[in-house]
């Protein structure tokens, strides 16, 4: 009988093994590289999970009864990428008013910070205690969950709309084909304030839209040495 065991279609007696194990080392290797990429062997750019509570008022008053406003935004910030990771997080808020500075018009920016008495008024109305924007930054662990609240003082009045940027839940760091790149990837959030002229420093914020965007352009970084 005819062995027909070693004969591939094409291929002369005696190639076919060596053609085989060609095609099988080749198979083993794309194996190894998607087993690398998915244990994480390759480079690791992580996202942590963020979890926005509702932008709300509060009015700190002073012994004479004159009240200071407060914007707060509550926040979690989740690590679910199964390692430690640093965290060097930011709040900003931008509102469709305008100030001009030397003359150029520009929209009010604010950075969230901390306030003591703000803190304690917005504790005593959550009902939960808070981490500062200070106390947020450092290291978070594997599966670690930090609850904070960004504070800004002296919003707008008048303003009807706002939009929150969140800054550091995203490595800026990509790696693609052994390049380097460094991306500026922010949360976006949007929020619309209805209402009328009077009162409106205390009128609710109703969510809009959450999104993903670059900030900036994309640029490469020398190589590693």
């Known amino acids: 009988a005819r062995n027909f065991g070693h004969l591939t279609a094409g291929v002369a007696p005696g190639q076919g093994d060596d053609l085989m194990n060609r095609t099988v080392l080749l198979g083993l290797s794309l194996v190894a590289v998607l087993v690398l990429a998915s244990t994480g062997s390759a480079y690791d750019r992580w996202q942590l999970d963020f979890e926005q509570g509702k932008p709300s008022i ?6 004479l009864g004159k009240g200071t406003p407060f914007l707060y935004v509550p926040f979690k910030v989740t690590n679910n990428t199964g390692k430690e990771r640093d965290l060097t997080l930011s709040l900003v808020a931008i509102s469709d008013t305008v100030k001009s500075e030397d003359g150029v018009s520009k929209p009010i920016t604010m950075r969230g910070g901390f306030d003591a008495r703000a803190m304690k008024a917005i504790q005593t109305r959550e009902k939960r205690k808070f981490l500062s924007m200070t106390q947020m930054q ?6 670690e969950t930090k609850e904070g609240v960004a504070i800004f003082a ?3 009045a008048e303003m009807d ?4 940027r969140v800054y550091g839940l995203v490595d800026p ?5 052994g390049k380097r790149f460094y991306e500026l990837k922010v949360l976006r959030l949007k929020y619309t304030r209805p209402g009328d ?3 409106h420093v205390e009128d609710p914020f109703k969510f809009k839209e959450r999104k993903w965007v670059i900030e900036g352009e994309r640029r490469e970084l020398p190589s590693e040495k």
């Not at 450092?138 to 599966?143: V, Y």
């Not at 760091?173 to 084909?177: A, H, T």
């Open 154 to 156: 002296n919003p707008d």
């Open 197 to 199: 002229e009077f009162g």
């Open 138 to 143: 450092g290291k978070i662990g594997a599966g």
């Open 173 to 177: 760091i990509d790696v693609v084909m």
């Open 161 to 164: 709309r706002m939009e929150l």
């Open 58 to 63: 509060v009015v700190v008053r002073d012994a």
